[in-house]
């Protein structure tokens, strides 16, 4: 791989661009992880030096829950701001715009029923708990007009942009843009950096110091498309409850790894700290193990709490330190890139009294397929002021598992295979593949595999009930 040094790389981007104030600290950004890049050599952790965290440095969410409430929890929830992670599209799934702005529940979007579960925070104990929301420019101009419905709710929404840096050419380690525009052949060139950025950019818009100004004390940080992560009353009295010398500035949750989670970053004891150890940095060799369920049990849920006053510092010293992630893409044109991004979590290793919380299994509901939206809308979840939970209907709390082939993939196209989303509250295990549709108040219970031949087509009959049944080519239906 050829190299590139930092000035020839400045020199490459300082060509006509117009007014560049808005892009100077992006720049400033990036070219310290472009250093901090070309001086790694090597994986960015030695397995040998790798450690299980000691016992009481992820607790179980139970110990936490057990303290109870105070009376005073409006004085707690007066200190919190809620962040939402707000960079990604909809593309994954089919969609157009913001991934947030995706219907997933009786036609509210990921956005409606974050604003909503704050509001009934905000109603419920008189408190005033402001959303924020971490844009990228991808999504930022959408966002920011869907925000005009919220304004009679009663929550104060903000916005900042994470910050645009530019995709290098993986041989060359070049800029592939020429200038700072979006526009034509550049519009590929540029990429937002990973939630890792949100340290930066939030304390390069102002918007830090004014929430800290305002009195806010932490941040509770999350995917926007986790619909399991809320505002926990228990966790957030445990950070606000620390006397002074232990307070503690970070709270990653954690939950119970399963075998779909095993590429899930976990938490180890590195050099003396808590650290979060990701797929991406693992040495070849050792991939296997840290796909072990056994010694590896636990994974991040990126449903984080963190000190405002501990950003500030931490960024004022310039003592944010986090492993850099290279992420290879091939543009539409078949060039070779890299983008250079940073994880959240990683963060964990620079504050003070950092604590991992071992979190249930509801607190970690993505949407990242169909798959999973086919989960959320069904019977499984009840919907109360912006939040589902498990309906108490279903006889263990475990989710099934749903596999969707690949004429599902798109929301629009899933939509169009369902008359009425089928009644799941006995369901283990659903795979289904293949041109297949589903009539109206079907009802799917046990090990349901459904098969459609290249060229056949099934129809589920309205009102079919299937219980532990193959299905395949011709609708035959057989004991499974």
């Known amino acids: 791989m050829a190299t590139a040094g930092p000035t020839r790389f400045s020199t490459a981007l300082q060509k006509p661009m117009g007014d560049i104030t808005e892009t100077t600290k992006d720049f400033e950004g990036f070219k310290n992880l472009f250093h901090r890049f070309l001086q790694v050599k090597g994986p960015s952790v030695e397995w040998i030096k790798i450690q299980r965290p000691p016992e009481d440095s992820i607790q179980p969410f139970d110990k936490i829950a057990a303290r109870g409430l105070p009376d005073n929890v409006a004085d707690s929830l007066n200190k919190l701001v809620v962040v939402k992670l707000n960079g990604g599209l909809g593309t994954s799934m089919g969609c157009k715009g913001p991934k947030s702005l995706i ?24 408190t005033d708990v402001p959303l924020v929301l971490m844009n990228s420019f991808n999504t930022d101009e959408d966002t920011k007009k869907i925000l005009q419905k919220y304004t009679h709710h009663r929550v104060k929404i903000h916005t900042f942009n994470q910050s645009r840096y530019p995709r290098i050419n993986k041989e060359s380690l070049l800029p592939v843009s020429t200038n700072l525009s979006m526009n034509g052949q550049n519009t590929e060139g540029w990429y937002p950096p990973g939630h890792g950025d949100i340290y930066a950019s939030f304390y ?124 290879p893409k091939t543009l539409d044109g078949g060039q070779n890139v890299v983008q250079l991004e940073t994880a959240v979590g990683a963060a964990i290793k620079c504050f003070d009294n950092a604590l991992g919380i071992n979190v249930p299994r509801s607190r970690f509901l993505p949407v990242k397929t169909t798959s999973d939206l086919l989960l959320v809308m069904s019977n499984l979840y009840s919907l109360e002021a912006g939040s589902l939970t498990m309906s108490p209907k279903r006889e263990f709390p475990t989710t099934p598992h749903v596999k969707l082939g690949s004429s599902f993939t798109k929301v629009q196209e899933y939509v169009n295979r369902f008359e009425s989303i089928p009644d799941m509250l006995e369901l283990d295990h659903l795979t ?4 297949v549709t589903f009539g109206k108040n079907v009802s799917l219970k046990g090990t349901v595999i459904i098969i459609a031949n290249h060229g056949d087509r099934i129809d589920i009959p309205a009102g079919s009930m299937l219980e532990n049944k193959i299905v395949s080519g011709n609708l035959r239906i057989m004991d499974h």
């Open 432 to 435: 289904v593949s293949g041109d």
């Open 103 to 126: 219907s997933v529940r009786n036609e509210n979007t990921f956005l409606d029923l974050t604003v909503q579960q704050i509001e009934h925070l905000n109603k419920t104990y008189n």
């Open 204 to 327: 390069n818009s102002g918007l830090l110091d004014q929430l800290i100004v305002q009195g806010k004390e932490y941040i509770f940080v999350s995917n926007i498309d986790n619909l399991g992560a809320t505002v926990d009353l228990h966790i957030l009295h445990h950070l606000v409850s620390q006397p002074n010398g232990k307070r503690c500035e970070f709270i990653m949750e954690v939950t119970d790894k399963t075998r779909a989670d095993v590429k899930g970053g976990t938490l180890i004891q590195y050099d003396g700290k808590l650290r979060l150890l990701e797929i991406a940095q693992v040495p070849k060799a050792h991939v296997d193990e840290f796909k072990s369920v056994s010694k590896f049990k636990i994974f991040n849920t990126n449903n984080l709490w963190i000190s405002l006053a501990a950003i500030k510092r931490l960024q004022e010293q310039k003592a944010m330190d986090l492993e850099i992630i290279v992420n």
